[in-house]
């Protein structure tokens, strides 16, 4: 079966941002859905509850950006919101369209068997202890990445250590670490908070990752070198607005950006990192700045990815969306040890094999989290997510099963893919779209595609390029943006400014075109966009790329026999086509040659 041809009963596992999302789409399709929690609040990691996440966590996308595409912010500035702030957001967006009396907390699936053409499922009260059996049509799993603390690697590398072993999930505050030697194994986002939080209270921090990472500031460098006393975590507490245009995601996420080809993407990335990071002693670059560029550079050196992970820059693998940690190195409260492995361990004494070694008290453990599938009580294979259809349908299910919020982008964020899933699958459901025929063969492609292309993070299933990923659901859903209808600074806006999730309501199934234009309304061209790059020497070198790239775009399209999308081996995709036609099966198609 590849899809349903009526109405559904659906179960909705969790009510996480994923979660919540997947439920409204499917209640707004006429669907019979409920969502299930063992949590007491909604929100999953994102919950009201203060140890649902260690505290000061601040979201690496802007509030516009996580917002629901139907559904905008309150705040009209753009900023990073805090936990609590998300939080809100999430139960004022539950609350907005209905969804508390659909969602059933402090419930639990403990199993799902397949019967028929649906699931038998058992539910139990986690207060109570009791259970119940319901059948469903359908089930979403949306439970998240973060279930089960991966330490397996770290407890046997560490097996001699005399100190203690933590798990990131362990953290909540730093105060217990006061006057303590501690080491931060990876180099990630979580890791990028704890860290440099960590290191106003021990005696020492250090972190130890495997190679050179590359650290994805929230506001631009143009900033930092401004201020050379620029902190993030300050800068967020502080600014209740800043321009797009001065934001990671303004950088990463515009059309102007990603109908580039990709060695023109990446040849402007290394010519910054190479100008700031060994900048002229005339122009005293801050420290922060420098740092930041080398390590960039070191994660993309030839000898590291060969000359295509020069050529790819940042696009070969797993960015940190979050500078704070790489801050904390520069000014010299942290440390930083890149070594492939640990050496010897002596007590507390670590030694690496690039020679390096340490003493610390405790080492906590970064290292990510795994999941947890056991309650379906069926055979889903053993395919990761990357090769599910779309990261989100495994083969042999059809539309019965699908995992919702499984792709994490290099840019952008995870709720916002996730409602792009949701609304697939809701219209799958009711009959009005249709899986490919063979969208087995499908997504076993793309999913190599998507290993061909962050070829130095392989572990990293999940990762995906939002911009094309966003591209690729809209395709499916209908509603692509129809920038022909647009005034002219709304069509500028659309080139400039981040590809936030609102352009995904201009039309189609479920369009709200009045919730874009509000969001798009909010915002001056001028104020928030062009005054800030009209005399920037890489925006102008980034609008000659792009029009570059449009103008061999039409060429290599008549070129008789060439692919148009894909990571082919012969590596042409890199010069024939733009970045975006590149992954999850965006085909350059002749229309295309006309839309900015």
């Known amino acids: 079966?590849?899809?349903?041809?009526?109405?559904?009963?659906?179960?909705?596992?969790?009510?996480?941002?994923?979660?919540?999302?997947?439920?409204?789409?499917?209640?707004?399709?006429?669907?019979?859905?409920?969502?299930?929690?063992?949590?007491?609040?909604?929100?999953?990691?994102?919950?009201?509850?203060?140890?649902?996440?260690?505290?000061?966590?601040?979201?690496?996308?802007?509030?516009?950006?996580?917002?629901?595409?139907?559904?905008?912010?309150?705040?009209?500035?753009?900023?990073?919101?805090?936990?609590?702030?998300?939080?809100?957001?999430?139960?004022?967006?539950?609350?907005?369209?209905?969804?508390?009396?659909?969602?059933?907390?402090?419930?639990?699936?403990?199993?799902?068997?397949?019967?028929?053409s649906g699931w038998s499922v058992t539910l139990m009260d986690v207060v109570k202890g009791t259970t119940t059996e319901e059948y469903f049509d359908a089930i979403a799993v949306c439970t998240g990445a973060n279930q089960v603390p991966k330490t397996g690697e770290v407890k046997k590398a560490f097996a001699d250590f005399t100190g203690e072993v933590l798990h990131s999930s362990d953290f909540q505050t730093p105060d217990v670490f006061e006057d303590k030697r501690v080491l931060i194994v990876g180099v990630g986002e979580s890791s990028a908070d704890i860290g440099p939080d960590i290191a106003t209270k021990a005696k020492s921090t250090a972190c130890w990752s495997r190679r050179p990472v590359i650290y994805a500031p929230r506001f631009t460098v143009a900033l930092h070198v401004e201020q050379?006393?620029?902190?993030?975590?300050?800068?967020?507490?502080?600014?209740?607005?800043?321009?797009?245009?001065?934001?990671?995601?303004?950088?990463?996420?515009?059309?102007?950006?990603?109908?580039?080809?990709?060695?023109?993407?990446?040849?402007?990335?290394?010519?910054?990192?190479?100008?700031?990071?060994?900048?002229?002693e005339s122009v005293p670059f801050p420290k922060f700045v420098r740092q930041l560029c080398s390590q960039a550079r070191l994660a993309t050196k030839p000898h590291v990815g060969g000359v295509r992970g020069f050529v790819q820059s940042d696009q070969t693998q797993w960015a940190t969306k979050n500078s704070r940690m790489c801050k904390a190195v520069s000014d010299g409260s942290m440390r930083h040890i890149i070594s492939?492995?640990?050496?010897?361990?002596?007590?507390?004494?670590?030694?690496?094999?690039?020679?390096?070694?340490?003493?610390?008290?405790?080492?906590?453990?970064?290292?990510?989290?795994?999941?947890?599938?056991?309650?379906?009580?069926?055979?889903?294979?053993?395919?990761?997510?990357?090769?599910?259809?779309?990261?989100?349908?495994?083969?042999?299910?059809?539309?019965?099963?699908?995992?919702?919020?499984?792709?994490?982008?290099?840019?952008?964020?995870?709720?916002?893919?996730?409602?792009?899933?949701?609304?697939?699958?809701?219209?799958?459901?009711?009959?009005?779209?249709?899986?490919?025929?063979?969208?087995?063969?499908?997504?076993?492609?793309?999913?190599?595609?998507?290993t061909e292309h962050y070829f130095l993070s392989p572990g990293l299933r999940t990762l995906v390029d939002y911009p094309a990923f966003m591209e690729s659901m809209a395709r499916l859903i209908g509603c692509e943006p129809d920038v022909h209808s647009l005034s002219w600074d709304h069509w500028l806006k659309f080139l400039l400014f981040p590809a936030w999730p609102c352009w995904y309501r201009m039309n189609g199934p479920g369009a709200n075109p009045k919730a874009c234009t509000t969001v798009l309304n909010r915002y001056d061209l001028w104020d928030d966009g062009l005054k800030y790059v009209y005399n920037d020497v890489m925006y102008w070198i980034n609008v000659v790329f792009y029009i570059v790239s449009k103008v061999a775009n039409a060429f290599f399209y008549f070129v008789p026999g060439l692919a148009k999308t894909g990571c082919d081996k012969t590596k042409t995709w890199m010069v024939t086509r733009s970045k975006i036609y590149a992954l999850h099966g965006n085909t350059l198609r002749f229309k295309d040659l006309f839309i900015p």
């Open 228 to 280: 050379p006393d620029f902190d993030e975590i300050e800068e967020i507490k502080k600014r209740k607005h800043t321009a797009p245009t001065l934001l990671l995601e303004g950088v990463t996420t515009s059309r102007l950006t990603n109908l580039q080809h990709i060695w023109m993407y990446g040849m402007v990335r290394q010519f910054v990192w190479h100008i700031m990071g060994n900048p002229p």
């Open 340 to 450: 492939p492995k640990v050496e010897t361990i002596d007590g507390k004494k670590i030694t690496f094999c690039s020679g390096e070694s340490i003493e610390v008290d405790c080492v906590i453990a970064c290292t990510g989290y795994m999941q947890d599938y056991s309650w379906l009580k069926t055979d889903i294979g053993k395919r990761d997510v990357r090769q599910y259809y779309k990261h989100a349908f495994p083969p042999n299910f059809g539309h019965k099963l699908a995992f919702i919020g499984y792709s994490r982008g290099h840019q952008g964020g995870i709720p916002q893919m996730g409602e792009m899933q949701a609304r697939f699958w809701s219209l799958t459901l009711a009959g009005k779209t249709d899986f490919p025929k063979d969208y087995d063969k499908v997504a076993i492609k793309e999913g190599n595609n998507e």
């Open 1 to 116: 079966v590849v899809h349903a041809s009526s109405l559904v009963k659906a179960l909705v596992v969790g009510a996480g941002p994923c979660g919540l999302v997947t439920l409204k789409e499917l209640l707004e399709q006429g669907h019979d859905a409920v969502s299930i929690d063992c949590d007491s609040v909604i929100g999953g990691v994102f919950s009201t509850k203060e140890d649902a996440c260690y505290d000061g966590l601040h979201l690496t996308t802007s509030n516009v950006f996580m917002a629901y595409s139907d559904f905008p912010c309150k705040d009209p500035g753009i900023r990073y919101s805090s936990k609590q702030e998300y939080a809100g957001y999430l139960t004022d967006y539950a609350e907005h369209f209905g969804l508390m009396h659909r969602v059933r907390l402090q419930t639990k699936v403990v199993g799902a068997c397949e019967q028929g």
